[in-house]
């Protein structure tokens, strides 16, 4: 029997009205010639959406649903790494889309892929360009990169579950909103293989949940999980300087954008 292929991990909570872009993503790979699993982690066993989504997708042997009354969304993420059977996993919000036009490709290049690490695009919803963030040419170049806070949109990144398992990479469930930022600075810490790609697979919705949280917030938040995870602390120092260099960037261009604004309403 072929083994499964891709694990997509979707924590949901409330979902109701995601639900059409739910079925959505999931019939994106109905027509796909590869093993997969869906895996929905909710936190209460009265949720109502996702009872609907339950019995919607009832007769589907590939779909899962978790309980998971743990810490949020982080904790969502570790029961769905637990959880999952397939070789590569995939974390995606229940607003976000999948590119149904290109999953036929996706699909191909996972497939033929040993690496532990895949990086492919995403397009912002209502926007045309393709977005990637990590240089993945190696040595300081790379570190450089996930030290700044690169990448961001873990919704476009494929981890190997064999290397998550074996380096016991969790996400930290003591955090709000970065979490997937650490842990994907912590996988890149232990060198692995990746493959860049410029193929565009999710459609990102930048309206979701982090865009409630301030860049000073965020920024915090990094410095604090470098500070949580022994293996990144070495690089706490270049972090705090980068991340204050950054707040105090952002102070000065938002201070600007006022200011210009207050001139030309005057004048």
Request: overall charge positive; hydrophobic content about 40%.
């Amino acid at each position: 029997m072929e083994n499964i292929l891709l694990s997509i991990i979707i924590p949901v909570k409330n979902v109701d009205h995601w639900k059409k872009n739910i079925i959505k993503n999931v019939n994106s790979f109905k027509t796909s010639n590869f093993k997969y699993e869906f895996l929905f982690v909710y936190s209460s066993p009265t949720d109502k959406s996702v009872l609907n989504l339950q019995k919607i997708f009832k007769q589907e042997k590939n779909i899962f649903f978790y309980l998971d009354q743990g810490n949020g969304i982080y904790s969502a993420m570790n029961k769905g790494i637990e959880s999952s059977k397939g070789k590569f996993l995939i974390f995606v919000g229940a607003d976000d889309s999948f590119n149904h036009l290109k999953i036929s490709d996706f699909v191909e290049i996972v497939r033929d892929q040993n690496s532990d690490l895949l990086l492919f695009e995403v397009l912002f919803k209502g926007e045309s360009k393709k977005r990637n963030f990590l240089n993945t040419e190696g040595g300081i170049t790379t570190l450089i990169h996930w030290t700044l806070g690169q990448p961001r949109i873990h919704q476009a990144i494929v981890y190997k579950r064999s290397f998550i398992i074996s380096k016991k990479i969790r996400y930290l469930t003591r955090l709000k909103v970065t979490s997937d930022y650490i842990f994907t600075s912590e996988f890149c810490s232990h060198n692995p293989i990746v493959l860049k790609n410029n193929l565009p697979i999710i459609f990102y919705n930048t309206n979701g949940y982090s865009s409630k949280f301030s860049y000073s917030f965020r920024y915090l938040e990094h410095i604090k999980g470098y500070f949580l995870i022994p293996r990144l602390r070495k690089y706490l120092y270049f972090v705090i300087i980068s991340r204050a260099i950054l707040i105090i960037y952002k102070f000065f261009i938002n201070l600007f954008k006022k200011l210009k604004f207050i001139f030309l309403t005057i004048f």
